[in-house]
């Protein structure tokens, strides 16, 4: 068995080195072959030179920048995926990770023994926690409403949980699934692809599984507040989660004959979240 990890970078040198040091120091109490494949998006920041300085058997791939998760994701996986072919062991993994988690030292391990109790083409989702107050932070994601984007984040338990998509932090997606699936979606702009990966495989018969417990930490990426003109820019920008062109294409696979009613409803949505944000922040000021 051999784990062929992929990320994606972008002028995060520090947190991308970290994110390597623990996956290595996981690996190896785990004892378990693997091979890292890095997609550096167009850093100015010296991130791969430094990574390949304290991991040299690193594969880098390079962007001018535009690629953004999605694209750089992909093009990762592609570069595997074209190596193996067809002649890959059959208990081999293409593990996603995000360069902003550090790994438990035992994640590797525990994930891995819970690989062994269930379907060889499931996908396994390994959940992270914050930092300092321990709070699940990514995880398995479930449907909470009627929108079809209406996720909810799935609280890891004791036990394994079969649940709709997930967020790409830590996925292990087994190579003979990520054959079938043809890969991650390039045609997003950074979010959604995770989602949309999910849901195909769901659709191809292969489940998608939370594994138990928590392994990693990983911040929330909490952007601060900005006016309507510039958080109505970066809602519907490359990296907004209501990007244009990518929100189209998830909701056209979702629900291919009411996706224009929901196309329009997720960006009334926004305005009107926006606006009662905004009403009961001046009331508060008044209270003042």
């Given at each position: 068995?051999?784990l062929?990890?992929?990320?994606?970078?972008?002028?995060?040198?520090?947190s991308?080195?970290?994110?390597?040091?623990?996956?290595?120091?996981?690996?190896?109490?785990?004892?378990?072959?693997?091979?890292?494949?890095?997609?550096d998006?167009?850093?100015?920041d010296?991130?791969?030179?430094s990574?390949?300085?304290?991991?040299?058997?690193?594969?880098?791939?390079?962007?001018?920048?535009?690629n953004?998760?999605?694209?750089?994701?992909?093009g990762a996986?592609?570069?595997?995926?074209?190596?193996?072919?067809?002649?890959?062991?059959?208990?081999d993994?293409?593990?996603?990770?995000?360069?902003?988690?550090?790994?438990?030292?035992?994640?590797?391990?525990?994930?891995?023994?819970?690989?062994?109790?269930?379907?060889?083409?499931?996908?396994?989702?390994?959940?992270?926690?914050?930092?300092d107050?321990?709070?699940?932070?990514?995880?398995?994601?479930?449907?909470?409403?009627?929108?079809?984007?209406s996720?909810?984040?799935?609280?890891?338990?004791?036990?394994?949980?079969e649940?709709?998509?997930?967020?790409g932090?830590?996925?292990?997606?087994?190579?003979?699934?990520?054959?079938?699936?043809?890969?991650?979606?390039?045609?997003?702009?950074?979010a959604?692809?995770?989602?949309?990966?999910?849901?195909?495989?769901t659709?191809?018969?292969?489940?998608?599984?939370?594994?138990p417990g928590?392994?990693?930490?990983?911040?929330?990426?909490?952007?601060?507040?900005?006016?309507?003109?510039?958080?109505?820019?970066?809602?519907?920008?490359?990296?907004?989660?209501?990007?244009?062109?990518?929100?189209k294409?998830?909701?056209?696979?979702?629900?291919?004959?009411s996706?224009?009613?929901y196309?329009?409803?997720?960006?009334?949505?926004w305005i009107?979240?926006?606006?009662l944000?905004?009403?009961?922040?001046?009331?508060k000021?008044?209270?003042k």
């Amino acid at each position: 068995m051999t784990l062929h990890f992929i990320l994606a970078c972008h002028n995060r040198r520090k947190s991308t080195l970290s994110c390597l040091r623990s996956l290595a120091i996981s690996c190896r109490a785990a004892k378990v072959s693997y091979d890292v494949t890095l997609f550096d998006d167009g850093s100015s920041d010296g991130t791969s030179a430094s990574v390949l300085s304290e991991f040299p058997n690193t594969t880098v791939c390079y962007g001018n920048g535009s690629n953004f998760w999605a694209k750089s994701m992909a093009g990762a996986e592609s570069n595997v995926l074209s190596k193996l072919k067809e002649d890959f062991d059959s208990d081999d993994f293409i593990v996603w990770i995000n360069d902003d988690i550090t790994l438990d030292e035992d994640s590797i391990g525990r994930i891995l023994s819970v690989s062994n109790e269930f379907n060889s083409r499931s996908i396994l989702v390994g959940a992270m926690r914050d930092p300092d107050s321990g709070v699940t932070t990514y995880s398995g994601l479930n449907r909470r409403g009627l929108h079809p984007l209406s996720f909810r984040i799935q609280e890891p338990s004791s036990v394994v949980q079969e649940v709709e998509a997930f967020n790409g932090n830590l996925v292990m997606v087994p190579v003979s699934s990520a054959k079938i699936l043809q890969g991650i979606d390039d045609g997003y702009s950074h979010a959604l692809a995770d989602i949309d990966y999910g849901l195909r495989a769901t659709a191809h018969g292969i489940k998608n599984l939370l594994a138990p417990g928590t392994y990693g930490v990983c911040s929330r990426n909490i952007s601060p507040p900005l006016g309507i003109r510039e958080e109505w820019r970066r809602f519907i920008g490359p990296k907004g989660a209501g990007n244009v062109s990518s929100m189209k294409k998830i909701l056209e696979l979702i629900s291919p004959k009411s996706w224009p009613f929901y196309f329009l409803l997720s960006y009334s949505t926004w305005i009107a979240r926006y606006s009662l944000r905004t009403v009961i922040f001046a009331v508060k000021n008044l209270k003042k």
